[in-house]
Protein backbone atom coordinates (compact mmCIF):
# COMPACT_ATOMS: atom_id res chain seq x y z
CA UNK A 1 0.00 0.00 0.00
CA UNK A 2 1.18 3.54 -0.61
CA UNK A 3 1.83 6.32 1.76
CA UNK A 4 1.00 9.58 1.27
CA UNK A 5 4.51 10.48 0.06
CA UNK A 6 4.09 7.93 -2.88
CA UNK A 7 0.41 9.11 -3.38
CA UNK A 8 1.76 12.61 -3.83
CA UNK A 9 4.55 11.79 -5.90
CA UNK A 10 2.40 9.42 -8.51
CA UNK A 11 0.27 12.99 -8.44
CA UNK A 12 3.10 14.92 -9.18
CA UNK A 13 2.12 17.62 -6.26
CA UNK A 14 5.77 18.22 -5.29
CA UNK A 15 5.15 21.39 -3.94
CA UNK A 16 2.43 19.63 -1.54
CA UNK A 17 5.27 17.18 -0.35
CA UNK A 18 7.88 19.90 0.10
CA UNK A 19 6.04 21.77 2.71
CA UNK A 20 4.40 19.21 4.41
CA UNK A 21 7.87 17.71 5.18
CA UNK A 22 9.58 20.81 5.73
CA UNK A 23 7.17 22.05 8.05
CA UNK A 24 5.36 18.65 9.92
CA UNK A 25 1.71 19.69 9.03
CA UNK A 26 -0.73 17.13 7.33
CA UNK A 27 -1.99 20.02 4.73
CA UNK A 28 -3.41 17.12 2.70
CA UNK A 29 -6.05 16.80 5.67
CA UNK A 30 -7.37 20.03 5.30
CA UNK A 31 -11.26 20.06 4.18
CA UNK A 32 -11.70 23.73 3.78
CA UNK A 33 -13.60 24.90 6.65
CA UNK A 34 -12.52 27.52 6.65
CA UNK A 35 -12.28 28.19 10.79
CA UNK A 36 -9.12 29.49 10.60
CA UNK A 37 -9.67 32.91 8.01
CA UNK A 38 -13.11 33.41 9.76
CA UNK A 39 -10.68 33.51 13.30
CA UNK A 40 -7.44 35.63 12.00
CA UNK A 41 -6.88 38.50 13.07
CA UNK A 42 -4.98 39.95 10.19
CA UNK A 43 -7.59 38.36 7.26
CA UNK A 44 -8.62 41.60 6.25
CA UNK A 45 -4.85 42.94 5.26
CA UNK A 46 -3.96 39.47 3.19
CA UNK A 47 -4.86 38.92 -0.07
CA UNK A 48 -5.65 35.22 -0.26
CA UNK A 49 -6.93 33.72 2.75
CA UNK A 50 -5.48 31.35 5.05
CA UNK A 51 -7.95 28.14 3.76
CA UNK A 52 -7.07 29.58 0.43
CA UNK A 53 -3.02 29.28 1.14
CA UNK A 54 -4.04 25.63 2.22
CA UNK A 55 -5.84 24.91 -0.87
CA UNK A 56 -3.33 26.87 -3.60
CA UNK A 57 -0.27 24.23 -1.63
CA UNK A 58 -2.69 20.75 -1.87
CA UNK A 59 -2.47 21.97 -6.23
CA UNK A 60 1.06 22.47 -6.16
CA UNK A 61 0.72 26.29 -7.07
CA UNK A 62 3.84 27.19 -6.13
CA UNK A 63 4.49 30.80 -7.46
CA UNK A 64 1.00 32.13 -6.68
CA UNK A 65 1.86 30.84 -2.80
CA UNK A 66 5.48 32.10 -2.39
CA UNK A 67 4.26 35.31 -4.04
CA UNK A 68 1.54 36.32 -1.87
CA UNK A 69 1.17 39.04 0.42
CA UNK A 70 -0.39 36.48 2.78
CA UNK A 71 2.67 34.64 4.20
CA UNK A 72 4.26 38.09 5.16
CA UNK A 73 1.10 39.62 6.34
CA UNK A 74 0.74 36.30 9.00
CA UNK A 75 1.32 37.85 12.93
CA UNK A 76 2.08 33.85 13.67
CA UNK A 77 -0.40 33.89 16.04
CA UNK A 78 -1.68 30.34 16.34
CA UNK A 79 -5.36 31.49 16.44
CA UNK A 80 -5.73 29.23 13.19
CA UNK A 81 -4.30 26.33 14.78
CA UNK A 82 -6.04 26.28 17.70
CA UNK A 83 -9.46 26.27 15.73
CA UNK A 84 -8.53 23.85 13.32
CA UNK A 85 -10.54 20.88 13.82
CA UNK A 86 -7.67 18.98 12.17
CA UNK A 87 -4.78 20.24 14.26
CA UNK A 88 -3.00 22.03 11.45
CA UNK A 89 -0.94 24.73 12.83
CA UNK A 90 -1.00 27.06 9.69
CA UNK A 91 1.77 29.52 11.83
CA UNK A 92 4.14 27.06 11.12
CA UNK A 93 2.84 26.48 7.61
CA UNK A 94 2.92 30.37 6.84
CA UNK A 95 6.62 30.08 8.53
CA UNK A 96 7.61 27.38 5.86
CA UNK A 97 6.70 29.17 3.43
CA UNK A 98 8.55 32.36 4.31
CA UNK A 99 11.72 30.27 4.63
CA UNK A 100 10.91 28.65 1.05
CA UNK A 101 10.63 32.33 -0.88
CA UNK A 102 13.23 33.50 0.92
CA UNK A 103 15.48 30.72 -0.46
CA UNK A 104 13.93 30.59 -3.65
CA UNK A 105 14.47 34.44 -3.89
CA UNK A 106 10.93 34.93 -4.82
CA UNK A 107 9.85 38.74 -4.90
CA UNK A 108 8.34 40.29 -1.73
CA UNK A 109 4.62 40.13 -2.10
CA UNK A 110 4.06 43.12 -0.22
CA UNK A 111 6.78 45.77 -0.33
CA UNK A 112 4.58 47.59 2.86
CA UNK A 113 4.88 44.39 5.19
CA UNK A 114 7.93 46.00 6.91
CA UNK A 115 5.58 48.91 8.05
CA UNK A 116 2.47 46.78 8.57
CA UNK A 117 4.53 44.77 11.05
CA UNK A 118 6.04 47.69 12.78
CA UNK A 119 2.52 49.11 13.29
CA UNK A 120 1.16 45.79 14.17
CA UNK A 121 3.44 45.68 17.27
CA UNK A 122 2.94 49.05 18.05
CA UNK A 123 -0.69 48.85 18.33
CA UNK A 124 0.06 45.21 20.36
CA UNK A 125 2.17 47.46 23.01
CA UNK A 126 -0.83 50.29 23.18
CA UNK A 127 -3.54 48.03 23.31
CA UNK A 128 -2.69 44.49 24.15
CA UNK A 129 -4.60 43.21 20.94
CA UNK A 130 -5.31 44.22 17.68
CA UNK A 131 -8.04 47.49 17.35
CA UNK A 132 -8.64 46.66 13.77
CA UNK A 133 -9.69 50.40 13.08
CA UNK A 134 -6.84 51.93 14.52
CA UNK A 135 -4.40 49.71 13.01
CA UNK A 136 -5.80 50.59 9.76
CA UNK A 137 -5.35 53.93 10.25
CA UNK A 138 -1.97 53.60 11.31
CA UNK A 139 -0.69 51.77 8.39
CA UNK A 140 -2.42 53.62 5.85
CA UNK A 141 -1.00 57.14 7.17
CA UNK A 142 2.60 55.82 6.74
CA UNK A 143 2.01 53.95 3.91
CA UNK A 144 0.36 57.43 2.35
CA UNK A 145 -2.20 54.98 0.27
CA UNK A 146 -5.12 55.44 1.08
CA UNK A 147 -7.12 54.12 -1.73
CA UNK A 148 -5.88 50.47 -1.57
CA UNK A 149 -7.92 47.95 -0.37
CA UNK A 150 -10.73 50.32 0.33
CA UNK A 151 -12.89 47.57 -1.00
CA UNK A 152 -11.78 45.02 1.25
CA UNK A 153 -11.98 46.93 4.72
CA UNK A 154 -15.53 48.00 3.69
CA UNK A 155 -16.12 44.01 3.66
CA UNK A 156 -14.52 43.46 6.61
CA UNK A 157 -16.61 46.23 8.41
CA UNK A 158 -19.89 45.10 7.22
CA UNK A 159 -19.14 41.60 8.38
CA UNK A 160 -18.32 42.92 11.46
CA UNK A 161 -14.96 41.89 11.72
CA UNK A 162 -13.42 45.99 12.55
CA UNK A 163 -14.74 47.10 15.73
CA UNK A 164 -15.38 50.84 16.18
CA UNK A 165 -14.02 50.99 19.70
CA UNK A 166 -11.03 50.10 20.49
CA UNK A 167 -10.89 46.68 23.70
CA UNK A 168 -11.07 46.75 26.49
CA UNK A 169 -6.74 46.50 28.20
CA UNK A 170 -6.27 44.95 31.28
CA UNK A 171 -3.02 43.46 31.44
CA UNK A 172 -0.55 46.61 30.55
CA UNK A 173 1.90 45.54 32.81
CA UNK A 174 2.18 41.66 31.54
CA UNK A 175 2.39 43.21 27.94
CA UNK A 176 4.79 45.49 28.93
CA UNK A 177 7.14 42.99 30.29
CA UNK A 178 6.92 40.68 27.57
CA UNK A 179 7.94 43.64 24.96
CA UNK A 180 10.95 44.65 27.73
CA UNK A 181 12.37 41.13 27.29
CA UNK A 182 12.39 41.54 23.75
CA UNK A 183 13.62 44.70 23.29
CA UNK A 184 16.24 43.33 25.27
CA UNK A 185 17.18 40.27 23.28
CA UNK A 186 17.01 42.78 20.14
CA UNK A 187 20.45 44.41 21.93
CA UNK A 188 21.43 41.10 22.63
S1 LIG B 1 -9.38 25.32 9.91
FE1 LIG B 1 -8.04 23.62 9.30
S2 LIG B 1 -9.33 22.24 8.08
FE2 LIG B 1 -10.42 24.20 8.25
S3 LIG B 1 -9.81 25.33 6.38
FE3 LIG B 1 -8.39 25.94 7.99
S4 LIG B 1 -6.65 24.55 7.82
FE4 LIG B 1 -8.34 23.66 6.65
S1 LIG C 1 -1.14 32.44 12.69
FE1 LIG C 1 -1.24 33.80 10.89
S2 LIG C 1 -2.84 32.92 9.59
FE2 LIG C 1 -3.09 32.02 11.64
S3 LIG C 1 -4.61 33.32 12.67
FE3 LIG C 1 -2.57 34.10 13.24
S4 LIG C 1 -2.12 35.70 11.73
FE4 LIG C 1 -3.83 34.46 10.88
Known amino acids: MMNQDEKRGQRGDSFLSEVVNASGETIDSCYQCQKCSAGCPVAYAMGILPHQ ?3 HIQYG ?3 KVLSSRTIWICASCYTCGVRCPNNISIARVMDT ?3 LAIHAGVKLGEEDVPIFHSVFLDAIK ?3 RVYELGLIFQFKSKTRDFLKDTELGWKMFRRGKIR ?4 PF ?3 KEIREIFN ?3 KGKRG
Open 61 to 63: HRE
Open 126 to 128: KGG
Open 181 to 183: VYE
Open 170 to 172: SSK
Open 97 to 99: LRH
Open 53 to 55: ILR
Open 164 to 167: LLPP
